[in-house]
């Protein structure tokens, strides 16, 4: 195993999650494409980070005691410069046990869900469907077992009812269909390789356009460990 994905599962086994900024770098290692991101722990780290990041952002709590950041107000879309930063900054760092703020790209594009169940019958299954409230009313989803090839992973995309939406609905450019297929294959690898220490994983979205896909948001959640 990576020793960076050794370490980022080591120093998470406690919480039973990882949170979102080793979450990215474990992405990353296996070759997924993630937005552009920074985690700062004080305000200065962050001033300075949101000029590789670049205004408008997007500004996450870093927290091992928040796994639903939306919940807490801990999610802000928008950040427009400095002085905004600075109070976002200072209104996530009241909430419980504040372990910085990651900054991260805003981007556009077709949402997309990719996730991963370790099933105790059937293995590591993966799961791609259409994002946004899309999933919310229609719950259209392909599962596929891990890991999938080239082949597999593009037939689970064209398989979705609303793979219209990726291939260039109403005059809308098409996403670049390589590109998810690519991340979906290397996603269903890794789902597999870490079924030993990983019980499920949400991407969420993965925002697609005509030149790439990229994890906009990622969570793993570990498996129990038993004695």
């Given at each position: 195993?990576?020793?960076?994905?050794?370490?980022a599962i080591t120093?998470?086994?406690?919480?039973g999650?990882?949170?979102?900024?080793?979450?990215?770098d474990?992405l990353?290692v296996?070759?997924?494409?993630t937005?552009?991101?920074?985690?700062?722990?004080?305000?200065?780290?962050a001033?300075?980070g949101?000029?590789?990041v670049?205004?408008?952002?997007?500004?996450?709590?870093?927290s091992?005691a928040?796994i639903?950041k939306?919940d807490?107000?801990?999610?802000?879309?928008?950040?427009?410069?400095?002085?905004?930063?600075?109070?976002?900054?200072?209104?996530?760092s009241?909430l419980?046990?504040?372990?910085?703020?990651?900054?991260?790209?805003?981007?556009?594009?077709?949402?997309?869900i990719?996730?991963?169940?370790?099933d105790?019958?059937f293995?590591?299954?993966?799961l791609?469907?259409?994002?946004?409230?899309?999933?919310?009313?229609?719950?259209?989803?392909?599962?596929?077992?891990?890991?999938?090839?080239?082949?597999?992973?593009?037939?689970?995309?064209?398989?979705l009812?609303g793979a219209a939406?990726l291939?260039?609905?109403?005059?809308?450019?098409?996403?670049?269909?390589n590109?998810l297929?690519?991340l979906?294959?290397?996603?269903?690898?890794?789902?597999?390789?870490?079924?030993?220490?990983?019980s499920?994983?949400?991407?969420?979205?993965?925002?697609?356009?005509?030149?790439?896909?990229?994890?906009?948001?990622?969570?793993?959640?570990l498996?129990?460990?038993i004695?």
């Amino acid at each position: 195993m990576n020793p960076r994905v050794k370490k980022a599962i080591t120093d998470s086994k406690s919480l039973g999650w990882i949170p979102e900024p080793l979450a990215k770098d474990l992405l990353q290692v296996y070759g997924l494409s993630t937005s552009r991101f920074v985690w700062a722990q004080s305000i200065e780290e962050a001033l300075s980070g949101a000029r590789e990041v670049r205004y408008p952002l997007v500004a996450k709590v870093v927290s091992p005691a928040i796994i639903h950041k939306s919940d807490v107000g801990g999610v802000v879309v928008g950040v427009r410069d400095d002085e905004h930063l600075t109070e976002v900054f200072r209104q996530f760092s009241k909430l419980p046990r504040f372990d910085g703020i990651l900054l991260d790209e805003m981007l556009d594009g077709v949402e997309v869900i990719i996730g991963s169940q370790n099933d105790p019958q059937f293995g590591t299954v993966v799961l791609i469907g259409i994002g946004g409230t899309a999933v919310e009313i229609y719950r259209d989803v392909a599962i596929r077992m891990a890991p999938l090839s080239p082949k597999g992973a593009l037939n689970a995309i064209h398989s979705l009812r609303g793979a219209a939406l990726l291939t260039g609905y109403r005059g809308d450019k098409a996403v670049n269909l390589n590109k998810l297929k690519n991340l979906l294959v290397q996603f269903s690898r890794m789902a597999h390789q870490l079924r030993e220490e990983v019980s499920s994983i949400d991407l969420n979205p993965v925002l697609c356009t005509d030149r790439k896909a990229v994890v906009a948001d990622a969570r793993f959640i570990l498996r129990e460990q038993i004695a």
